[in-house]
């Protein structure tokens, strides 16, 4: 990306092991995020270009000296983040925060809407998927875990979803849709989503939300609250990342209860104040999901097929469409495009 709107398609030089603990992995499926458009909307020009994409299933063609877990013709899931594995905060599943990992497309790593891709610390970074060829049908779902379905997931878990649980979601994008389906197996009784799209909330109830709101604003939060017994929902996943949904957050929630955020937040003076969170003893959390925390929990739903989180694709691309991409999905044509080389 060479700035706002400026998606371009490069030829590029081939990756090679850098370290003894990387891992060359050719892409054999990958996709455009929904946050991927916050610098397709806003990112100032920039002549070197960055590249894009943090999602991405493979098969390793290579590794380094000291990996160990890892062989060559390994199918793998690549989490969004790189992380070692071993450190005090991968210990403690907060992958995200690992002291010498990082994030694709930084530190001179490149990014998944590629072909091929260099992967730092491979042993703590890559799982291993054993008996998937690179055009089985689940392919589209074992994508989700990179990253999608894991923040879904790690909404509702930091928002403590429980049985018998009533929840509201805000978003009826990739993440959110599938917050709904983390909160439909963490045991939500009712699910709220709060969405305008009838596409995608026809598939959010697929999932298992009981009931979709599509007002926005004073009318959305009114319904809302009348939906969940006049006081508000006790636990809030918002799903989309800019004010005002973090302020139908603040409007929706139950005194006493949680805002989980995982929408990469475009904004830094969210009202955390008296009148907002403090007052009422609400509890605000979230963050970028760790998401190789989440895996191999996920994984086996998937495989055996009890989950379909892969349905959030609505289109197939190749790499010479990825700019278009970039549009459908901007402009709502999409709801989630996955790329295929």
Same mark, same amino acid.
């Given at each position: 990306?060479?700035?706002?709107?400026?998606? %371009?398609v490069e030829t590029v030089p081939d990756p090679v092991l850098q370290q003894p603990g990387?891992?060359?992995?050719?892409?054999? %499926?990958?996709?455009?995020?929904?946050?991927?458009?916050?610098?397709?909307?806003?990112?100032?020009?920039?002549?070197?270009?960055?590249?894009?994409?943090?999602?991405?299933?493979?098969?390793?063609?290579?590794?380094?000296?000291?990996?160990?877990t890892l062989r060559v013709g390994d199918f793998v899931i690549g989490p969004f983040a790189?992380?070692?594995?071993?450190?005090?905060?991968? +210990?403690?599943?907060?992958?995200?925060?690992?002291?010498?990992?990082?994030?694709?497309?930084?530190?001179?790593?490149?990014? #998944?809407?590629?072909?091929?891709?260099?992967?730092?610390?491979?042993?703590?970074?890559?799982?291993?998927?054993?008996?998937?060829?690179?055009d089985d049908a689940v392919l589209p779902s074992l994508l989700t875990l990179s990253d999608?379905?894991?923040?879904?997931?790690?909404?509702?878990?930091? #928002?403590?979803?429980?049985?018998?649980?009533?929840?509201?979601?805000?978003?009826?994008?990739?993440?959110?849709?599938?917050?709904?389906?983390?909160?439909?197996?963490?045991?939500?009784?009712?699910?709220?989503?709060?969405? /305008?799209?009838?596409?995608?909330?026809?598939?959010?109830?697929?999932?298992?939300?009981?009931?979709? &709101?599509?007002? +926005?604003?004073?009318?959305?939060?009114?319904?809302? +609250?009348?939906?969940?017994?006049?006081?508000?929902?006790?636990?809030?996943?918002?799903?989309?990342?800019?004010?005002?949904?973090?302020?139908?957050?603040?409007?929706?929630? +139950?005194?006493?209860?949680?805002?989980?955020?995982?929408?990469?937040?475009?904004?830094?003076?969210?009202?955390?104040?008296?009148?907002?969170?403090?007052?009422?003893?609400?509890?605000?959390?979230?963050?970028?999901?760790? &998401?190789? #925390?989440?895996?191999?929990?996920?994984?086996? #739903?998937?495989?055996?097929?009890?989950?379909?989180?892969?349905?959030?694709?609505?289109?197939?691309?190749?790499?010479?469409?990825?700019?278009?991409?970039? %549009?459908?999905?901007?402009? /709502?044509?999409?709801?989630?495009?996955?790329? %295929?080389?």
């Open positions: 990306m060479y700035g706002a709107s400026d998606v %371009r990387d891992a060359l992995v050719r892409i054999v %499926r990958s996709c455009i995020c929904g946050s991927d458009l916050h610098p397709y909307h806003s990112m100032p020009a920039n002549p070197e270009g960055s590249p894009m994409g943090h999602e991405f299933l493979g098969v390793v063609e290579d590794t380094g000296a000291e990996v160990s790189w992380s070692d594995g071993t450190c005090e905060f991968c +210990r403690e599943g907060l992958y995200t925060s690992c002291l010498h990992g990082g994030f694709w497309g930084a530190d001179g790593v490149g990014g #998944a809407q590629a072909e091929a891709l260099r992967v730092p610390l491979a042993d703590g970074t890559l799982v291993k998927v054993p008996g998937i060829g690179e999608v379905y894991g923040t879904g997931y790690h909404a509702a878990t930091q #928002a403590k979803v429980t049985k018998g649980d009533t929840v509201a979601v805000i978003g009826d994008g990739a993440v959110g849709l599938l917050a709904v389906l983390a909160a439909k197996q963490l045991g939500a009784e009712r699910i709220i989503l709060m969405g /305008r799209h009838k596409d995608r909330t026809d598939l959010g109830l697929e999932f298992g939300a009981t009931d979709v &709101v599509a007002e +926005r604003g004073e009318e959305g939060i009114a319904r809302v +609250r009348e939906l969940s017994g006049g006081h508000g929902a006790p636990k809030v996943l918002e799903a989309v990342g800019h004010m005002p949904a973090y302020e139908q957050a603040v409007g929706i929630v +139950r005194p006493g209860g949680v805002i989980s955020r995982v929408g990469v937040p475009q904004y830094d003076d969210a009202p955390v104040g008296f009148e907002s969170l403090f007052g009422p003893n609400i509890t605000l959390n979230g963050g970028p999901a760790p &998401v190789r #925390a989440y895996i191999e929990e996920l994984l086996p #739903a998937v495989l055996d097929g009890t989950v379909e989180p892969g349905k959030v694709f609505d289109r197939t691309i190749g790499f010479d469409e990825v700019p278009d991409g970039y %549009r459908a999905m901007d402009e /709502r044509e999409a709801l989630k495009v996955l790329i %295929r080389p």
